[in-house]
């Protein structure tokens, strides 16, 4: 049975190689909005009619914010797929022996992982609730304040639920 589950576990392969194309897309497609910012703002690229009513370099912010959001969602899912090869694929020796390029993307358990992603979703939606407030600064309504109020609500529900907590507290007592 353990031979089963041990040949089983490599299923999460689809995970990470679907994980790795999207950021891979994702990444193009940050770059692409970048290039918008500065078509927009440098080479007075026709903006398009939602964004009329900005100036260009509102404009050029607008698609930078956006860009900025891609590229997060695109780190998003490389971490995802790091975490998930390290957790269901990656040998115990083999980490020994893992270029130490990404250490810094440290998955200890699948709570870990969940935090990391959490915290993403969080940050993405508050850079979703700038780019609202900046493309229609000019009639904002109460309405918009749902988005902020989801935001809180995720951080304090992070905050009790503690995913990754325990890890961290047994670092803290290992460092004194």
Not at 124 to 135: A, P
Not at 143 to 161: A, E, M, R
Request: net charge positive; hydrophobic share 55%.
């Amino acid at each position: 049975m353990k031979q089963t589950f041990n040949l089983f576990r490599h299923v999460s392969w689809i995970a990470i190689i679907c994980s790795m194309l999207a950021s891979s897309l994702l990444f193009v497609m940050g770059a692409a909005k970048t290039y918008s910012a500065f078509a927009v703002f440098a080479l007075s690229k026709t903006p398009p009619a939602s964004l009329a009513h900005l100036d260009t370099a509102d404009i050029a912010i607008s698609y930078l914010i956006k860009s900025l959001d891609t590229f997060l969602v695109a780190l998003v899912l490389f971490i995802f797929a790091h975490g998930v090869y390290t957790l269901f694929i990656a040998n115990k020796e083999d980490e020994n022996k893992q270029i130490k390029v990404l250490r810094w993307i440290k998955t200890p358990n699948i709570g870990h992982l969940k935090n990391i992603l959490a915290e993403a979703i969080i940050v993405i939606l508050f850079v979703k609730f700038l780019e609202l407030v900046l493309i229609n600064f000019d009639s904002i309504s109460w309405d918009i304040l749902v988005l902020p109020t989801s935001i809180l609500l995720l951080s304090v529900g992070l905050k009790y639920l503690g995913l990754g907590q325990v890890e961290n507290h047994k670092n803290a007592h290992k460092d004194n």
